[in-house]
């Protein structure tokens, strides 16, 4: 029970992350920047940005993301966990084909499948 536990909160950074990725890719779409030629209007477009409530939630779960992961460096070596931070680029990006219709091609397949094998290696405590 105590190792599924320790390993919630690595799981929990890497859920927040990518969950805050998806909601910051999509929200970004509803602002238009080819109107962005002053500061003006760049501080203005940046402070609709940040009150975006999806936005505001999305840099919520990062927040706590950042709280879980420090309490997951409490139970393990840094060298263990860290690599389990690279599944959320496997998620962001399996997430973005899913969702947003982004281009699969054999690069990002073979670039999964290395990131994926590398942790488990890099995982097993022999």
Same mark, same amino acid.
């Given at each position: ?11 929990? %950074?890497?859920?927040? %992350? ?6 910051? &890719?999509?929200? !970004?779409? /509803?602002?238009?920047?080819? /109107?962005?030629?002053?500061?003006? /209007? &760049? $501080?203005? *477009?940046?402070?609709? !940005?940040?009150?975006?409530?999806? $936005? ?21 070596? *840094? ?7 690279? *599944?959320?680029?496997?998620?962001? %990006? ?14 990002? $397949?073979?670039? $999964? !499948? ?6 488990i290696i890099l995982s097993l405590r022999l």
């Amino acid at each position: 029970m105590k190792f599924i536990l320790n390993h919630s909160y690595i799981f929990l %950074t890497i859920l927040l %992350t990518v969950l805050s990725q998806l909601i910051i &890719k999509w929200k !970004m779409s /509803d602002f238009n920047y080819s /109107d962005v030629s002053t500061y003006q /209007d &760049k $501080i203005v *477009l940046i402070f609709f !940005m940040l009150i975006n409530p999806l $936005i505001v939630l999305a840099l919520v779960f990062i927040f706590i993301a950042g709280l879980s992961w420090m309490i997951a460096l409490t139970k393990f070596e *840094l060298s263990y966990a860290y690599p389990f931070t690279s *599944l959320s680029l496997v998620f962001v %990006t399996i997430s973005s084909i899913i969702i947003f219709g982004e281009v699969v091609n054999f690069q990002k $397949i073979f670039g $999964i !499948m290395f990131i994926f094998f590398g942790i488990i290696i890099l995982s097993l405590r022999l």
